[in-house]
C-alpha cells in the first residue's frame, strides 16, 4: 500500500525557537496534502491543505505565520512551527491522497511528529 | 459544514466478546464515510470506507461497518475482540474521496483479559 513518512517522529525544542516537520509520500505524487493537529487525548483537527506550487490553505483559527507549509515537491510538504511555545506542543499528522482502483482518492497518514516545547 | 459525533469516549470490552462503536453525522451533502484506528504514538490507519454501493462495508482486522443513509449513521463492529484491537478509533467524512477529512471525538477502546 502507499506509504506516507514524516520526520522527525519526536522533536524536543526550546520556546522561541523554529522547527520543521517534512511530511513525504514515498511511492507516490501528491498534489495535495493535509496538516492535521491533534492534542492528547483529542481527536484531529485540520490545519491547512498544503498545495504543490501554490500557497496553502489554512483552516479557520490557524495562524498562517505561525505554521508555515510549503509544498516543493510532488512528493514533500513542510510544516514549519516558527517562534514555538509550550502551547504549540503536540502530535502532528500529514496525510496525502492516492486514487484507488475505484479511480476515488483515498488518505494514506503519516506517522505523525511529536513536538514538545520547553 | 460536516460534523461528527462518536456517541462514546471509551468502551471497555472483554476479549472474544463483540464490540460496536457507534458515530453519527450531518452534512448539507452527500458525504464518503471512512473509520479509521490509532495506535499509541502513531498515525492513523484506515480500517474501511463507505464511499458507494453495499451499505455493509468490510474492512481489515475483522471489522465491518454499515452505513445507515436515513439515520445518517456509519457503526463500526467487530464479533470478538483480541488484545491488540486496544486502540483508538475514529470516524471520519469528507465531502470527496481524497479531500480533507472532518473527525469524531474518537472512541478509545480498551480490550480486557
Known amino acids: 500500500g502507499a506509504v506516507v513518512s514524516q520526520h522527525p517522529s519526536r522533536v524536543i525544542c526550546k520556546s522561541g525557537t523554529s522547527v520543521k516537520i517534512e511530511c513525504r509520500s514515498l511511492d507516490f505524487q501528491a498534489t495535495t496534502m493535509f496538516w492535521y493537529r491533534q492534542f492528547p487525548k483529542q481527536s484531529l483537527m485540520l490545519m491547512a491543505t498544503s498545495n504543490e506550487g501554490s500557497k496553502a490553505t489554512y483552516e479557520q483559527g490557524v495562524e498562517k505565520d505561525k505554521f508555515l507549509i510549503n509544498h516543493a515537491s510532488l512528493t514533500l510538504s513542510t510544516l514549519t512551527v516558527t517562534s514555538a511555545h509550550p502551547e504549540d506542543s503536540s502530535f502532528y499528522i500529514c496525510?496525502?491522497?492516492?486514487?484507488?482502483?475505484?479511480?476515488?482518492?483515498?488518505?494514506?497518514f503519516g506517522p505523525g511528529t511529536r513536538l514538545t516545547v520547553l | 459544514a460536516q460534523s461528527v459525533t462518536q456517541l462514546d469516549s471509551q468502551v471497555p470490552v472483554f476479549e472474544e466478546a463483540p464490540v460496536e462503536l457507534r458515530c453519527n453525522y450531518s452534512s448539507s451533502v452527500s458525504v464518503y464515510l471512512f473509520w479509521y484506528v490509532q495506535y499509541p504514538n502513531q498515525g492513523l490507519q484506515l480500517l474501511l470506507k463507505?464511499?458507494?454501493?453495499?451499505?455493509l462495508v468490510k474492512g481489515i482486522n475483522g471489522f465491518e461497518a454499515e452505513f445507515n443513509k436515513s439515520q445518517t449513521s456509519f457503526h463500526l463492529r467487530k464479533p470478538s475482540v483480541h488484545i491488540s484491537d486496544t486502540a483508538e478509533y475514529f470516524c471520519?467524512?469528507?465531502?470527496?474521496?481524497?479531500?480533507?477529512?472532518?473527525f469524531g471525538g474518537g472512541t478509545r477502546v480498551l480490550v480486557k483479559p
Open positions: 471520519a467524512v469528507s465531502k470527496a474521496a481524497g479531500n480533507k477529512l472532518t
Open positions: 496525510s496525502a491522497p492516492l486514487k484507488t482502483g475505484q479511480g476515488l482518492n483515498t488518505q494514506y
Open positions: 463507505y464511499l458507494s454501493g453495499s451499505t
